[in-house]
Nanobody, 123 residues
């Protein structure tokens, strides 16, 4: 059974940092791409970063580029998201998702989803 479990969310002040983790199980990690998504209240789910577990290629949306860093530890089947210089508009539920094939920033390309972790940035 494919499982993705996010952790590391919480409350942080603007300008602060958090590191999220996405622990994967039930599939061959190297064959998959992992994406990070977020959904703020009243807004659509946004794909903002993804990584290829096989070659480490990464992609970022403009909204987070330069502030967020995605990385992968294949030995632990875990993808991390280091978030720096957080802003109140980063407040959302953050999800990771997996797909077979190259990473994309298209939400409907992903097949498996975690339950999400809340990130709240206070001003």
């Amino acid at each position: 059974e494919v499982q993705l479990v996010e952790s590391g969310g919480g409350l942080v002040q603007a300008g602060g940092s958090l590191r999220l983790s996405c622990a994967a199980s039930g599939f061959t990690f190297d064959d998959y791409a992992i994406g990070w998504f977020r959904q703020a209240p009243g807004k659509e789910r946004e794909v903002f970063s993804c990584i290829s577990s096989s070659d480490g290629n990464t992609y970022y949306a403009r909204s987070v580029k330069g502030r967020f860093t995605i990385s992968s530890d294949n030995a632990k089947n875990t993808v991390y998201l280091q978030m720096n210089s957080l802003k109140p508009e980063d407040t959302a539920v953050y999800y990771c998702a997996a797909r077979v094939g190259p990473p994309t920033l298209k939400i409907y390309d992903y097949d498996y989803w975690g339950q999400g972790t809340q990130v709240t940035v206070s001003s």
